[in-house]
């Protein structure tokens, strides 16, 4: 029983670099989000997804791309990365709006 | 929007209960509370969720005044292994119209033996 399944778990990349981090769950989950997670921060959202095809921006969108075109998918996209964006990123699913949400353990990514 | 306001951090002994309250003003009429918790290096975890009055797991209570204003997480007889961080969540509307959970900045619990 995977739930929600992030890769990498590790990432550096150098200023400028793009790359795509992996979100996928099992549990045919219609809403997917990403999350990111700075110390003292607690969670802000990034980018959602209510659906297949159906996307749309969370608190924190700017540097990040998002598409949905399973169910099962939902790859987080930075396009070229800054420092900024150093985090831990957490990707979750839930069956419908205002229910449980599950996460998943994370990427930790480092901008150098 | 809609925002919550937790302690920062709190302190506890094995085997005391703990209360975590949670300040959520302009919680909307349809909104749901939900808490979370976090251990280090991982995702939250779903700890229970309500609407008014009392909800009770096998892990928590959560207390919900009529006003709705607040809520109060319950942790009976807590554990060193409880010692986390705890989100209080409400929803939010967001620029799509789709109902978003909100994670305000949490509580950390830390459990002494």
């Known amino acids: 029983n995977a739930g929600v399944t992030q890769t990498p778990k590790f990432q550096v990349l150098k200023t400028g670099q793009s790359m795509t981090l992996q979100c996928a769950q099992d549990?045919?989950?219609?809403?997917m989000s990403w999350y990111r997670q700075d110390p003292g921060m607690g969670l802000r959202l990034i980018h959602y997804s209510v659906g297949a095809g159906i996307t749309d921006q969370g608190e924190v969108p700017n540097g990040y791309n998002v598409s949905r075109s399973t169910t099962e998918d939902f790859p987080l996209r930075l396009l070229s990365a800054a420092p900024s964006q150093t985090s831990v990123y957490f990707c979750a699913s839930s069956d419908q709006e205002n229910t449980e949400a599950f996460f998943g353990q994370g990427t930790r990514l480092t901008v150098v | 929007l809609a925002k919550t306001t937790q302690p920062i951090s709190m302190d506890s002994y094995e085997g005391q209960e703990v209360n975590i309250t949670c300040s959520h003003n302009n919680i909307a009429t349809n909104d749901y509370i939900t808490w979370y918790q976090q251990f280090p290096s991982q995702g939250p975890r779903f700890i229970i969720q309500g609407y008014k009055t009392k909800v009770t797991n096998e892990v928590a209570s959560l207390f919900i005044p009529a006003d709705r204003k607040s809520s109060t997480l319950s942790l009976p007889r807590v554990s060193l292994s409880d010692t986390a961080v705890y989100y209080c969540?409400?929803?939010?509307?967001?620029?799509?119209?789709?109902?978003?959970?909100?994670f305000g900045r949490g509580t950390s619990l830390i459990v002494h033996p």
């Open positions: 969540l409400v929803g939010d509307v967001a620029s799509g119209g789709s109902y978003i959970p909100t």
């Open positions: 549990m045919n989950h219609e809403y």
